[in-house]
């Protein structure tokens, strides 16, 4: 079956790093997104890897291991804007997006 | 300046009645999408439409019925609302075809069955 793997809950502190890791398997894969959703919000786009390798965007960092089936989402500098769910999901063969149920990330001053 | 709306935002109503919601998108986008988010946060796609045609309809009851009128809108029909019906209820859209494929979300409709 197809699958996405990714904590439940991370706690960080204002001004720190963070890394959301993501595992996936799934029936072919055209790549990985990245949103992040805050409390009764619709999700938004934050990240788009397909190929091996780190993807830099602002304080916002991905990255991809096709090998592995393996993603992180890193989080540098923290602020309290940053405190929502992060979700991972993967683009299968037939251009579905499987999701993971996400992680809360909660940033304390 | 919306790309995606929804209406209604909420919505609270009684089991057993029949209600919409309906979805816009002003992208130019080919494709739509329906959404379920449930209490633990999983999204569960449950219908996608290209070009007003149905391409994924997933395993969900009869009762939920999508209608396209035009590539831009896709409303959702759902009669004999259930208790498990409750939810957040998220309408998106997306070029297939493009690089990323990235979708676009409206803001959610939250359902409450009593």
């Known amino acids: 079956g197809q699958n996405i793997d990714q904590p439940t809950e991370m706690t960080a502190t204002e001004g720190a790093i963070v890394q959301i890791n993501c595992t996936y398997q799934?029936?072919?894969?055209?790549?990985l997104f990245w949103y992040q959703q805050h409390a009764g919000e619709a999700p938004t786009f934050l990240s788009y890897n397909v190929l091996d390798g780190l993807e830099e965007k602002g304080r916002f960092s991905s990255f991809l291991s096709r090998s592995k089936g393996y993603s992180y989402l890193l989080l540098k500098e923290l602020q309290m804007k940053d405190s929502a769910s992060y979700l991972c999901?993967?683009?299968?063969?037939?251009?579905?997006?499987?999701w993971g149920a996400g992680t809360k990330l909660i940033i304390k001053p | 300046d919306t790309a995606v709306s929804q209406t209604p935002k909420y919505l609270v109503t009684q089991m057993g009645n029949d209600k919409s919601i309906k979805c816009e998108q002003n992208l130019g986008h080919d494709t739509m999408y329906w959404y379920k988010q449930d209490s633990k946060k999983f999204l569960k796609i449950m219908f996608s439409y290209n070009n007003k045609e149905l391409i994924i309809n997933e395993t969900v009851p009869n009762r939920f019925s999508p209608k396209s009128p035009d590539k831009a809108h896709l409303n959702l029909h759902i009669n004999s609302l259930e208790l498990g019906d409750s939810a957040v209820y998220f309408c998106?859209?997306?070029?297939?075809?493009?690089?990323?494929?990235?979708?676009?979300f409206g803001p959610g409709t939250r359902l409450t069955v009593l």
């Open positions: 799934t029936s072919g894969f055209n790549g």
């Open positions: 999901a993967a683009l299968d063969s037939n251009y579905q997006l499987i």
């Open positions: 998106a859209s997306s070029q297939v075809g493009q690089v990323t494929d990235t979708q676009y």
